[in-house]
């Protein structure tokens, strides 16, 4: 779930590394776009789950030096590092139990109950698998964590109010706003 395609878990084996090196943690990866103008977006976080400027500016940084270094991306292509985000995907499991009471949108790779897309709140995790609260329903539906292709925190003011809380605590302490940081990279022929 952290890299879609296999060019996306290739290069999640090269970067976990280089991240954690530097002290954050890859929480999804995605090469994207035509042959034109690719870009090869990664959202990452601090294992406090914090990500500002600076953190993106110095993954960023450490990131495009191992790429540059091991031409393992054809042509042209635009580094983005930025936070996950207020309405963050949720990739690893420990993402669902970190997120327990917020509501979610699931999506499976086949059926469960008749069905492959749910909603609802997170109740946690059960071994390798999330608990999940839907709307009418009286039980929790456990679904394995390997059947989840897309996840991604639903926008609701708990969120919201959440997310104001965090940066407000950010700005007291002086860490800054999250923000993207760009490092363009180019092919062989062009350096």
């Not at 990739?91 to 669902?96: E, G, I, S, V, Y």
């Not at 009471?101 to 946690?124: H, P, Q, T, V, W």
Request: charged share 40%; aromatic share 4%.
């Amino acid at each position: 779930m952290r890299g879609k395609t296999p060019e996306d878990r290739r290069l999640l084996e090269l970067l976990d590394p280089v991240a954690e090196s530097v002290g954050y943690e890859i929480v999804r990866l995605r090469m994207m776009g035509g042959a034109a103008r690719r870009t090869l977006q990664i959202m990452a976080e601090r294992p406090d789950g914090e990500m500002n400027v600076d953190d993106c500016a110095t993954l960023s940084r450490a990131i495009g030096d191992v790429l540059d270094a091991a031409d393992v991306i054809n042509g042209d292509y635009v580094l983005e590092v930025s936070s996950p985000g207020i309405d963050r995907p949720l990739t690893r499991l420990k993402d669902f139990e970190a997120w327990e009471g917020y509501e979610a949108k699931l999506e499976l790779d086949r059926l469960a109950d008749g069905r492959k897309r749910f909603r609802g709140i997170l109740a946690g995790i059960e071994e390798d698998a999330v608990c999940i609260d839907l709307e009418g329903e009286e039980d929790t539906t456990v679904i394995p964590f390997d059947w989840i292709t897309e996840a991604k925190l639903s926008l609701t003011d708990e969120l919201l109010k959440r997310g104001a809380e965090q940066r407000e605590q950010r700005l007291a302490r002086g860490a800054g706003d999250e923000d993207d940081d760009e490092h363009p990279n180019h092919s062989d022929e062009d350096a």
